[in-house]
C-alpha cells in the first residue's frame, strides 16, 4: 500500500496546493463572492462554504481554498481509507490497536432505543444503567437527601482527577455553570502540587464535602495522592471515624478492584469501560460533577447534542460534514502550508476552559509519529493546538497572529445569544469575532493607508497583510445541548486527521516514560540514606541541590 503522501489523490492536491497557495482570500472573494453566503441567496454547493448540523453554524469561507479544494480533500480521506474507519469506529472495531480496544465513545451517548453488541454485551443497554444510577445519586445529592456523616446535607462538590478525568469536568462545569445549582459550590484538583489540594478545600467543612474521586484505571500518581489527603483531611475534620468515607466519596473508575482498596464501598461506585479513552470520557460517568452542577435533565441535553453531532458525522458525505471538513482543513494547513499551531478562540468566558480541554483532545491524540502498523511517518501530523477566550488574546497574542511570520489557522466559535446580558456587551463581545476574522482575511494594505495620509515610514508598521485563515463556529446559545454538539465536532475532526494520517489517535504511550522515571526518582528525594545516582549529570546535579534544599546529604 502506497504511503499517504504517494497516493494519486495526495498528489492531486498537492498540485492544486501549488497552483492556489499564493492567492489571496481578497482575491478568492473577489472572484467567487457568494462563497460565505448563507441562506436563500446563497449559491448551490460546494460554491458556498458554509455548513450547518446540530446547531452550529460553520463558516469555512475565511480559508485558503477553492470551490475545488474541498473535493480533492475528500479524495485524500477516501483513498486513506477514513469513511471505512470511521464506519469501524460506530460498528465498535478495535480500531485502538496499539492497546487493542474499541473506540466507542460515541455509545455514550446513543439513545436507550438503540442497541450495539460489543463482545456479547449490549453496551447501549450498560451506558444507560450507569446513567440511570448517576441520576438517582445526582437527585439525591441535589436535593439535600444524602446526608454527610454528621447529618448534614453536601454543599461542596470536590472532583479529583486529572487530564481526561478533569479537563472534561472542569470544562463542562465552567461552561454550563449558568444552568448549574448555584447553592452547591464545585472545586476542581488536578494537580498533585500540594497547593492545587490547600487552596480548593481550605475553606470547606468537610461534614458538607463530597469527594468524586475520577480516574479511568485507579493508579494515576496525581489522582490517587490527591485523594489519599482528601481522605485525611476528611477524617481529621470529622473526628476520624472511618465509616465517614462512605458518605463523603464517591469513586468514578473500570477498576471496582482498585476503587474497594481504595476504601470506597464500589455500591458508591460509578463505571465505565475501556473502550472510552480518558480524553473522549466527559459524557461517561466521568461527568458526574457535570450531572451533579446541571441535573440529569441538562446532562441528557447534553448527551443529545452529543448524539446529534454523532449522526451528521457518520452519515453526511466528507463535504458536507462539519467535523470532516474541519479536520481536512486543519490537515490543509498542516500538511500544504507548513503550520505548527491552530488557535481555538471562544467568544464566551463561559469557555474559558475550552482550549484546555481541547488541547489533551488534539495534542494527546494526533501527537504520534508512528502508523497504526507501527511505521514512522513521512508527514507531519498534529498541530500544537492552543487559545483563550476573547476578548482578552485581543490584547495579548493576536498581534502576531496579525502581522508576525507565522500562519496560524483560527477558530472562532461565537454565539448569538448572552447567557449574562448585561447591556449591549453580547454586540460588542461578538463584533470582536466579525471583525477579527474579516482583519485577518482581509488585512489592509499599504495603499488603503496611504490613502488614509498614514506616514510613509509608518506604512509598513501599519500594514496587514491579510490572507490568514479563520473558521467561525456561530452557536444560537450555549446550552448544555449545544456544548455537546461542540465537543463532538472537535471529537470527530480529531478523528479525521487522524484517520488521514493512519495513526491511532485513541493511545496515549508517550506520557508514560516521564511517569516511570518520576516513579524511580520520589525515593531518590526522599531516601534518608545518599542515594546512589545513576543519572545523567545534569539531572543527578539537581536532585543533589534539591536534596540540600530539604536538608538532606
Ligand atoms: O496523561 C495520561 C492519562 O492517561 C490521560 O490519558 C488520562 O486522561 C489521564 O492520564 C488520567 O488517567 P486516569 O483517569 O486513569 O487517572
Redesign the pocket.
Known amino acids: 500500500m502506497p504511503g499517504l503522501t504517494e497516493t494519486s489523490a495526495w498528489k492531486t492536491l498537492a498540485g492544486h496546493h501549488e497552483r492556489i497557495a499564493q492567492v489571496h482570500l481578497r482575491e478568492l472573494f473577489r472572484d467567487h463572492p457568494g462563497r460565505g453566503e448563507s441562506g436563500p441567496e446563497a449559491p448551490p454547493a460546494p460554491e458556498n462554504l458554509v455548513a450547518e448540523a446540530a446547531g452550529l453554524y460553520f463558516d469555512y469561507s475565511k480559508n485558503r481554498i477553492t470551490v475545488e479544494t474541498l473535493p480533492l480533500l475528500a479524495a485524500v480521506a477516501e483513498e486513506a481509507s477514513m469513511p471505512a474507519r470511521r464506519e469501524a469506529m460506530f460498528a465498535g472495531e478495535r480500531i485502538n490497536v496499539s492497546e487493542d480496544r474499541s473506540v466507542l465513545h460515541v455509545a455514550l451517548r446513543m439513545p436507550s432505543s438503540r442497541s450495539l453488541i460489543i463482545d456479547g454485551v449490549d453496551v447501549v443497554k450498560e451506558v444507560h444503567a450507569v446513567l440511570k444510577r448517576m441520576s438517582a445519586f445526582s437527585e439525591e445529592v441535589r436535593s439535600g437527601r444524602w446526608l454527610g456523616h454528621t447529618g448534614k446535607a453536601i454543599r461542596n462538590v470536590v472532583n479529583i482527577?486529572?487530564?481526561?478525568?478533569?479537563?472534561g469536568p472542569v470544562m463542562a462545569y465552567e461552561a454550563l455553570k449558568g444552568y448549574s445549582m448555584r447553592d452547591l459550590t464545585f472545586r476542581f484538583v488536578s494537580n498533585v502540587d500540594g497547593a492545587d489540594f490547600h487552596e480548593s478545600t481550605r475553606d470547606l467543612d468537610p461534614a458538607e464535602t463530597l469527594f468524586v474521586v475520577?480516574?479511568?484505571?485507579?493508579?494515576?500518581l496525581?489522582?490517587m495522592t490527591n485523594a489519599h489527603t482528601a481522605r485525611e483531611w476528611c477524617l481529621a475534620g470529622l473526628g476520624g471515624d472511618k465509616d465517614a468515607v462512605a458518605r463523603h466519596f464517591v469513586a468514578v473508575?473500570t477498576n471496582a478492584e482498585g476503587v474497594s482498596e481504595f476504601g470506597i464501598d464500589t455500591g458508591n461506585m460509578f463505571g465505565f469501560w475501556d473502550w472510552v479513552?480518558?480524553?473522549y470520557?466527559m459524557d461517561s460517568a466521568?461527568g458526574l460533577s457535570t450531572m451533579l452542577a446541571i441535573g440529569p435533565d441538562r446532562f441528557q441535553d447534553m448527551l443529545d447534542g452529543f448524539h446529534e453531532m454523532d449522526e451528521h458525522f457518520r452519515e453526511t458525505p466528507l463535504t458536507r460534514n462539519l467535523p470532516a471538513i474541519h479536520g481536512l482543513l486543519s490537515l490543509w494547513y498542516r500538511n500544504f502550508f507548513g503550520t505548527r499551531t491552530q488557535a481555538v478562540l471562544p467568544y464566551s468566558e463561559y469557555l474559558h476552559r475550552f482550549p484546555a480541554y481541547l488541547q489533551?483532545l488534539t495534542m494527546?491524540s494526533n501527537g504520534k509519529s508512528v502508523t497504526l502498523a507501527g511505521e514512522q511517518v513521512s508527514w507531519q501530523t498534529g498541530a500544537v493546538f492552543w487559545g483563550e477566550a476573547g476578548t482578552n488574546g485581543q490584547h495579548s497574542f493576536y498581534q502576531l497572529i496579525h502581522q508576525g511570520t507565522e500562519l496560524i489557522p483560527c477558530d472562532f466559535i461565537g454565539f448569538a445569544h448572552a447567557l449574562s446580558p448585561l447591556g449591549n456587551h453580547q454586540d460588542l463581545l461578538i463584533s470582536n469575532v466579525f471583525a477579527q476574522a474579516e482583519a485577518l482575511a482581509f488585512g489592509k494594505t499599504p495603499e488603503e493607508l496611504q490613502a488614509e495620509g498614514v506616514a510613509e515610514a509608518l506604512v509598513p508598521h501599519k500594514t496587514f497583510v491579510g490572507n490568514r485563515p479563520t473558521n467561525t463556529i456561530m452557536v444560537d446559545r450555549l446550552t448544555p445541548r449545544s456544548l455537546g454538539a461542540l465537543v463532538a465536532f472537535y471529537e470527530h475532526s480529531v478523528f479525521t486527521q487522524g484517520a488521514v494520517w493512519g495513526i491511532d489517535s485513541f493511545d496515549?504511550w508517550g506520557?508514560e516514560l516521564g511517569?516511570v522515571l518520576a516513579r524511580k526518582i520520589i525515593p531518590e528525594l526522599e531516601s534518608a540514606d545518599v542515594p546512589d545516582l545513576g543519572h545523567d549529570t545534569s539531572t543527578s546535579s539537581l536532585i543533589r541541590r534539591y536534596r540540600r534544599a530539604k536538608g538532606l546529604s
Open positions: 482527577g486529572i487530564g481526561g478525568s478533569d479537563l475520577c480516574s479511568k484505571t485507579f493508579t494515576t496525581e489522582t473508575s479513552g480518558g480524553r470520557s466521568i489533551q494527546e496515549q506520557v511517569k
